[in-house]
């Protein structure tokens, strides 16, 4: 059974950093391309980056652009979100997801309908 395991959410003031973890299990996560994703109270679901298979090509919302880094160790079976220079608006639970189909390219938004697998998410909350 495919399963993910998101950990290393919580609460943060604004300006600091948290890592996010996405442990698969049930499958060989270096055959998929994986996507992070978050949702806030009454906003749509939001994509914030994506990481290819290989760990080659890498893609970010421009909200996120050059503050989060997306990076895989796939001898571990995990994928990583490091977060620097949180803001309040960074507020929501945080996905990931496995695309089967190589979805991750440079210009290409991060669509949630190309993934496929999803996690059970994990809250992150900056706040002072």
């Known amino acids: 059974q495919l399963q993910f395991v998101e950990s290393g959410g919580g609460v943060v003031q604004p300006g600091g950093s948290l890592r996010l973890s996405c442990a698969a299990s049930?499958?060989?996560?270096?055959?998929?391309?994986i996507g992070w994703f978050r949702q806030a109270p009454g906003k749509a679901r939001e994509g914030v980056s994506c990481?290819?298979?290989?760990?080659?090509?890498?893609n970010y919302a421009d909200s996120v652009k050059g503050r989060f880094t997306i990076s895989r160790d796939n001898a571990k079976n995990t994928v990583y979100l490091q977060m620097n220079s949180l803001k309040p608006e960074d507020t929501a639970v945080y996905y990931c997801?496995?695309?089967?189909?190589?979805?991750?390219?440079?210009?290409?938004?991060?669509?949630?309908?190309?993934?496929?697998?999803w996690g059970q998410g994990t809250q992150v909350t900056v706040s002072s």
């Open positions: 990481i290819s298979s290989s760990g080659g090509s890498t």
């Open positions: 049930g499958f060989t996560l270096a055959h998929y391309d």
């Open positions: 997801a496995a695309g089967p189909l190589a979805p991750c390219k440079p210009q290409k938004n991060v669509n949630s309908y190309d993934y496929l697998y």
